[in-house]
């Protein structure tokens, strides 16, 4: 089973920073576009932000200008990097991998939780 394992969440106060980290299996990694999505109480799972394997990137307009995400694809790593946080950032952050050919499946982490206190 691919596992995709996630870090670097916690408690941080409003205005904080914080840096995710994700480590996908190579042969899953260098085949897939990756994205972190999130999902906050009671709400559906939304995107945040998705880098291809090209290195485009793309990113919902609540987070614009505040997360940032990279990929090292000699480390088979993706990053999410976050700034400026906000108590409505506050949600469980999950990395996603999506093969890019056929049948394009798509792997999940278990998540990780960021808390932002105000």
């Known amino acids: 089973q691919v596992q995709l394992v996630e870090s670097g969440g916690g408690l941080v106060q409003f205005g904080g920073s914080l840096r995710l980290s994700c480590a996908a299996p190579?042969?899953?990694?260098?085949?897939?576009?990756m994205g972190w999505y999130r999902q906050a109480p009671g709400k559906q799972r939304e995107l945040v932000a998705v880098?291809?394997?090209?290195?485009?990137?793309n990113y919902a307009d609540s987070v614009k200008g505040r997360l940032t995400i990279s990929r090292d694809n000699a480390k088979n790593r993706v990053y999410l990097q976050m700034t400026s946080l906000k108590p409505e950032d506050t949600a469980v952050y999950y990395c996603?991998?999506?093969?890019?050919?056929?049948?394009?499946?798509?792997?999940w982490g278990q998540g990780t939780q960021v808390t932002v206190s105000s």
């Open positions: 996603n991998a999506h093969l890019i050919y056929w049948p394009r499946n798509e792997y």
């Open positions: 190579g042969s899953i990694f260098s085949r897939s576009d």
């Open positions: 880098i291809t394997i090209g290195g485009s990137t």
